[in-house]
């Protein structure tokens, strides 16, 4: 039978049908069952299609919002000619309208009637919508500018050509351009909000602002030839014509001179002569209207759960204590023979871990970690993406204020993932971190899962998650759970690598302490960096770089030891239900395979997948 004549068929019967129901008439038990399967069909299918059509328009609804964090950070380039305006009240509030609206449309979908992944979606779907709204109340676009975050100093990095926006055609030149032109109205909009945050009591510590006004400085040139964000225009590539290379150099020229220098004279002066002297001198969230409340939901944003600082912050010592003994069992075998809670100011002390002599070296450092990792890959993933990870030092501009990081593959494929080493004084780089750093910025971490996840067949919203700030809990926690799989693979017999690995779950520990100090116990920032210095044993220059960007994204820092926890929590549990049968492949499918998850998702598929397995 032909598809017109089968589909011509099809539309026959159930009009019969249709005109029997109506008389009155019984049909026969075979027809009525037809029928009713048929019409819960065209109800799935229609439920199905308002879902996609719902998960689209959020996912498109957030890059108009904010491209840069949404859509460009995450490796989606259909946005790249944007930087959004979210910081301005009015698209503000027409942003959470539009969120309702969809809640509404949400709450019309029969979850039962949808396919198993569509179910998934739903409920991924609900909990974002539902996260972003419980943010609204609480006025977050009058703190627009930090050190750590900000728009121009991101449009800055991306000049290079290197980051997640690529500058190698004449489009990328001219989408780069586009958000260029934008950035003097964002920058006013920025002013205007923090003037409204003086007089709300909104105001960022003087400690910030005086860290963040070196960073906006040093974006000003004395000519249009020395700003790098008109640098793009001296790496033209040959294959550019002279028509294009005339026009965008004149361009670009326009943008420069008459809109983002001005604007960030404009943005400078405020900061030195209007902000700086009424920033406060508190350092947590505590101290600002409503404060407590606020970080409470930054935690909920952060962890996925409604968990209470003062139970996080016994946590963290809890953890740092654990690691501790850990440390100290490990001490002989590195030669270490003194006091245990100097261990760690110990092995700062020592020259012997100090290897490089350039920056160079220290890349190829990390790509025969990557090589050693490659070869034990397959014993513990069958997931794994096929977008390349490449290696580059952070940028100048962003080093001294920088953690190391890594930057997602575009789904199109035009940008492999960077891992991104901050290399301030290559001969100062110590090998101690790098085993256990790569495995977190790099794979198993944050690459394989961010890379993995533009691979498979999801919705725009899930696909495009990895940079989102509430999915730290699952990000960060899976890269920090993928450190502690260096000891499976063999990776931590070198006693330097391992107490690697300890120092930085360390960190992790410690942020869980100093960050509730600071948001709920009223802890001071010299406080909190003292502590880092004692239990990490890092200078105080390091202690206070970490701090300070503690300080302006409360409970993020939060999100990695809680993640880590969960995921190790539910693979003992695995473990212990399957005993022989429990496969580290599988398990780690389960948790990568559907892509992003909240932690409270992520326990329920795995469960499921521990049942379905006994």
């Not at 510590?205 to 040139?221: C, D, G, N, V």
Request: aromatic share 8%; charged share 20%; hydrophobic share 40%.
């Amino acid at each position: 039978m032909s598809p017109v004549r089968r589909s011509r068929s099809a539309l026959t019967a159930a009009l019969l049908a249709t005109a029997i129901l109506g008389s009155g008439v019984s049909l026969p038990a075979s027809a009525a069952r037809n029928t009713g399967h048929s019409k819960a069909q065209t109800q799935a299918g229609n439920a199905a299609q308002q879902l996609a059509r719902i998960a689209a328009e959020f996912h498109r609804a957030r890059c108009r919002f904010d491209p840069l964090l949404f859509a460009t950070a995450n490796g989606d380039s259909r946005y790249d000619d944007q930087i959004g305006l979210s910081i301005s009240p009015k698209l503000r509030a027409q942003q959470f309208n539009q969120y309702r609206a969809m809640q509404k449309q949400l709450m019309t979908l029969k979850r039962s009637q949808l396919a198993a992944q569509d179910q998934l979606t739903y409920e991924l779907l609900t909990y974002e919508l539902n996260n972003a709204m419980q943010l609204e109340s609480f006025p977050e676009h009058l703190l627009p500018l930090n050190h750590f975050d900000n728009v121009p100093s991101t449009l800055a990095n991306y000049a290079d050509g290197n980051g997640s926006q690529p500058l190698a055609t004449v489009a990328q030149y001219r989408a780069y351009l586009n958000r260029l032109k934008q950035l003097p109205a964002w920058i006013d909009q920025a002013i205007a909000n923090m003037q409204q945050g003086v007089r709300s009591g909104v105001v960022q510590p003087a400690a910030i602002t005086t860290a963040l006004l070196p960073q906006m400085r040093a974006l000003r040139s004395d000519s249009v030839e020395r700003s790098i964000y008109y640098s793009p225009v001296l790496r033209f590539p040959a294959s550019f014509s002279a028509a294009d290379r005339q026009q965008l150099t004149s361009a670009y020229r326009t943008a420069v001179e008459r809109g983002i220098a001005p604007a960030l004279n404009r943005l400078v002066q405020f900061l030195e002569n209007d902000y700086l002297p009424v920033s406060r001198a508190s350092s947590g969230w505590s101290a600002l209207p409503n404060g407590a409340a606020w970080y409470a939901a930054r935690i909920k944003d952060s962890t996925n759960l409604p968990l209470q600082a003062e139970a996080v912050h016994a946590l963290g010592l809890q953890e740092v204590a654990r690691i501790q003994q850990q440390m100290a069992a490990l001490a002989p075998r590195l030669g270490y023979t003194g006091p245990a809670p100097q261990l760690p100011q110990w092995v700062a002390a020592q020259e012997q871990y100090r290897i490089f002599t350039s920056d160079a070296q220290v890349l190829d450092a990390y790509r025969a970690i990557y090589a050693q990792v490659q070869e034990k890959l397959p014993t513990y993933f069958s997931l794994i993406p096929k977008a390349q990870l490449e290696l580059h030092l952070e940028p100048e501009l962003t080093r001294a204020t920088a953690s190391d990081h890594y930057t997602p593959s575009a789904a199109d494929g035009s940008h492999p993932g960077v891992f991104w080493p901050v290399v301030n004084d290559a001969k100062q780089y110590s090998r101690v971190d790098m085993v256990s750093l790569f495995l977190h910025e790099g794979v198993p971490g944050h690459h394989l899962h961010a890379a993995l996840l533009k691979e498979l067949p999801l919705p725009d919203f899930r696909k495009f998650s990895t940079e989102n700030p509430n999915s730290a809990a699952y990000t960060e926690g899976w890269a920090l759970y993928s450190e502690t799989l260096g000891k499976e693979m063999g990776l931590y017999e070198d006693p330097v690598a391992y107490y690697g690995h300890l120092n930085a779950e360390m960190l992790r520990a410690a942020r869980l302490v100093v960050d509730t100090g600071l948001h709920a116990k009223g802890w001071s920032r010299e406080q909190a960096i003292a502590y880092l210095v004692e239990t990490l044993g890092w200078p105080e220059a390091r202690a206070k770089n970490q701090i300070e960007r503690y300080m302006v994204w409360p409970a993020q820092a939060l999100s990695y030891k809680i993640g880590a926890l969960k995921i190790q929590e539910l693979r003992q549990r695995a473990q212990t239900a399957l005993g022989d049968k429990f496969s580290f492949p599988q398990f780690h499918a389960v948790v990568i395979g559907d892509g992003t998850l909240p932690l409270p998702i992520l326990e329920a598929r795995v469960q499921r997948w521990i049942a379905s397995q006994r």
